[in-house]
């Protein structure tokens, strides 16, 4: 009978050089260059004011690649992109293992501005062109990508506008659904607290009662 060595996949220690874990020729290593390199992120720094003091904030280049590499993995909420950045290594690469909170993804997805579509959609375009964008993401309830990336490059200028448009529009309700899933965790944790909250005073007020009735047999006896 044949025999074959063990492989065992439970977790480890590892050195990982985390730029080598975005591997050229994927959509998440393109998603890293364009926002490093190609695009003009400084809009953002109007939103911080700790250039002398408080904390050090997040770069928001690397929060938006954490955001569309989710959407293209079908993670549209902010608590699930948290999960990723901690066990996922292409996220834990993308966010250089900084594991930034679900708070923080939400907060900077729900202050972000049209123009954010705009950007995603550009970045969306260029993979496209590339063929980095398969039909198997970006598995999001309402939106559709276009997908015929050979006609992007060869097509005339109204083919160019109309997916940048279509690109436009998908990147929008990816937004959209993303901060409602964020909504509806939050409000569905804060129902969980009040429930749990309930049944802690209604079992109290029970052991109360109880107590008052044991104190008022002993008495009586």
Do not use: W
């Not at 044949?2 to 590892?14: G, V």
């Not at 309402?142 to 506008?161: C, H, Q």
Request: proline share 3%; charged share 25%.
């Amino acid at each position: 009978m044949a025999r074959y060595k063990h492989i065992d996949t439970s977790p480890r220690f590892l050195a990982v050089d985390l730029e080598k874990q975005l591997l050229p020729g994927s959509f998440a290593h393109a998603v890293h260059h364009l926002l490093d390199q190609d695009f003009d992120l400084s809009g953002f720094d109007a939103r911080y004011h700790n250039d002398s003091v408080g904390a050090p904030a997040l770069p928001p280049g690397m929060l938006l690649k954490v955001i569309l590499c989710a959407y293209a993995e079908g993670v549209v909420s902010s608590r699930g992109m948290e999960r990723l950045c901690r066990e996922h290594v292409t996220f834990i690469a993308l966010s250089g293992d900084t594991a930034p909170h679900f708070t923080t993804l939400a907060a900077f997805v729900s202050s972000l501005g049209l123009e954010v579509a705009s950007l995603f959609a550009q970045v969306l375009f260029l993979c496209n062109q590339q063929g980095l964008i398969g039909r198997q993401m970006f598995a999001i309830d309402g939106v559709k990508l276009p997908s015929n990336a050979s006609k992007a490059r060869s097509g005339t200028r109204a083919d160019f506008d109309k997916q940048a448009t279509k690109l436009e529009e998908a990147a929008r309700k990816m937004i959209e659904r993303h901060r409602v899933n964020d909504l509806a965790a939050d409000t569905q944790v804060e129902a969980t607290l009040e429930a749990k909250a309930s049944e802690r005073l209604a079992s109290s007020a029970q052991r109360s009662r109880r107590s008052a009735r044991l104190a008022q047999g002993q008495s009586r006896g």
